[in-house]
């Protein structure tokens, strides 16, 4: 196990880093390049523009502007915001409890509703439960989230006043658990749905793979009664890619919250990112990227590890 996980942290590194070469690249030829944030300032003349590009060395060749960056970055240096002033890193970190706290409630909420739909509409399969989950299932599918975030605003927001129309409490108070759930609720059904339907839908078509084997089949002419042929038999191991399904698709909930933490205003790195693009503030850009791609990578080798761990004929080697 301890083999296998080093082999695929040492694959991640040049992976990490022509990643982080392409998005480098790409802010680069943006129009304006990275000094574009302080392009158009009416107190920033053409001589403050040349003294400020030699300063964060935009001056240089590309090729030595990015292994400056990426062994300040190896170093812990992730570099300084344009528009805050304040390092990279500590900006980044104050912002990542808020997206951890909302992609944690939209896993739960996903896994709690999935579950549950994905059994109930294998066991019913062909009939009208089946097909009212299924076409539930594609509607939540094909809504998309910012639309959906919108609407959840205008109607238990703007028309019902039920929930608050964003941010993570009242401005200036202490905010307690109660409260905070509460602000929580509306971002989090925006972040869920199309994962909640995914699941249910791909549970759903691994329950009955799984229950068309033989021996399910031989269990019911066994006598095994039915809930615990599917509990203890069927899900059991309908659930092995399930898991796995379920860890490969954590980042999207990283690429949900940039629409719904800016939909709902939750103070969180999505939000973060999208300001940051808007200001051309770009070493804020280059430490968000790099932190999701950390995420994917994170995420596809957790997916992999409990596969070998659920499924005994799977060795890590």
Do not use: C
């Not at 089946?130 to 927001?157: C, E, K, N, R, Y």
């Amino acid at each position: 196990m301890l083999k296998f996980v080093g082999k695929r942290l040492l694959q991640a590194v040049p992976i990490l880093i022509g990643i982080s070469l392409v998005a480098f690249t790409l802010i680069q030829l943006t129009p304006g390049g990275p000094a574009a944030a302080f392009r158009g300032l009416a107190n920033v003349s053409a001589e403050d523009l040349a003294r400020i590009q030699a300063e964060f060395g935009f001056d240089r060749p590309l090729i030595i502007q990015y292994f400056t960056w990426l062994t300040r970055f190896v170093q812990g240096d992730w570099g300084i915001s344009f528009v805050a002033r304040q390092p990279v890193f500590g900006l980044i970190m104050e912002r990542l409890p808020a997206t951890l706290l909302l992609m944690f409630s939209g896993i739960t909420v996903s896994l709690i509703i999935s579950i549950p739909l994905g059994l109930l509409a294998a066991i019913k399969r062909d009939t009208w439960i089946d097909h009212a989950l299924t076409f539930t299932s594609f509607v939540g599918l094909s809504i998309p989230v910012f639309w959906l975030g919108l609407m959840l605003i205008i109607v238990f927001s703007v028309w019902l006043g039920w929930f608050p129309t964003g941010g993570m409490g009242p401005p200036g108070e202490e905010v307690g658990i109660g409260t905070r759930l509460w602000y929580l609720t509306l971002p989090t059904v925006a972040i869920s749905m199309v994962s909640l339907s995914f699941f249910t839908r791909y549970l759903r078509a691994s329950m009955i793979e799984t229950m068309d084997q033989d021996y399910m089949r031989f269990n019911k002419a066994r006598g095994v009664p039915p809930m615990r042929r599917y509990m203890r038999h069927a899900f059991r191991n309908a659930g092995i890619p399930f898991v796995t399904v379920v860890a490969i698709h954590i980042p999207e909930f990283l690429v949900g919250a940039l629409v719904v933490e800016t939909i709902f205003s939750w103070p969180g790195t999505g939000r973060l990112f999208w300001d940051s693009a808007l200001r051309f503030d770009y070493p804020v850009l280059m430490g968000v990227l790099v932190l999701g791609s950390l995420m994917v990578l994170a995420s596809n080798l957790l997916a992999d590890v409990m596969y070998g761990k659920l499924d005994p004929r799977v060795r890590l080697d």
